[in-house]
């Protein structure tokens, strides 16, 4: 929790007892369903709530923005980004249904009134969102196919709508297709622990 005040010392009294209640919460569920995995379980504020909170360092979500986290899996990068966004919606969607209900119970338990929960394939959901989020679900190119349908052409935040995911590594050849309008933000911009060597936030408006 001490990252996490360190990097977003704005955060408020209720918002640090959400988060601070996660690491119960996730390590009580993941004894039953697993959905970090074993080592990370002791790193869960740096490398899941403080990677999630990123996206909080590229944009300022305004009040009324909606989002969709594709592959949420245990509710990443969704439930900390709810937790630091109360004003915003975010709805999770996750292919595997006993990974979401870890996600819904633990948004149930630190009374989080901002998500909804959808136990499908991203390519079934017809509802329009200001942006996708994700963290490395999978290739940027297969994500656009799959969630352009989802954009709003309605616009109200400080970045025109499209996708913001999470990723690591090597991306030239990845976003190499969208070379002229993806933009990259290094995470060691922002954070100095060395996790974040390799690690972006992906911006591509759509």
């Not at 998500?115 to 394939?121: D, K, L, M, V």
């Amino acid at each position: 929790m001490e990252q996490i005040i360190h990097y977003f010392p704005e955060l408020t009294a209720k918002q640090k007892e959400q988060l601070q209640a996660l690491q119960g919460l996730y390590a009580d569920w993941n004894t039953k369903i697993n959905v970090i995995s074993r080592k990370d379980i002791d790193n869960l504020y740096e490398r899941h709530i403080l990677h999630s909170l990123a996206i909080a360092k590229v944009i300022r979500f305004k009040a009324g923005t909606s989002l969709m986290d594709v592959g949420t899996g245990g509710g990443f990068p969704a439930i900390p980004l709810a937790i630091f966004f109360p004003d915003c919606q975010f709805h999770l969607v996750d292919s595997i249904g006993k990974k979401l209900k870890v996600a819904t119970e633990i948004s149930n338990a630190i009374g989080l009134t901002n998500t909804t929960f959808r136990h499908c394939r991203a390519e079934e959901e017809q509802a329009k969102f200001d942006f996708i989020i994700s963290r490395a679900v999978m290739p940027l190119n297969d994500l656009v196919k799959i969630t352009q349908k989802n954009i709003r052409k309605e616009q109200q935040n400080a970045l025109p709508n499209g996708i913001i995911c999470l990723k690591g590594g090597e991306l030239q050849e990845e976003i190499a297709p969208f070379i002229k309008k993806v933009q990259l933000f290094p995470l060691n911009n922002y954070f100095h622990e060395e996790f974040f060597a390799t690690k972006k936030v992906v911006y591509l408006p759509l």
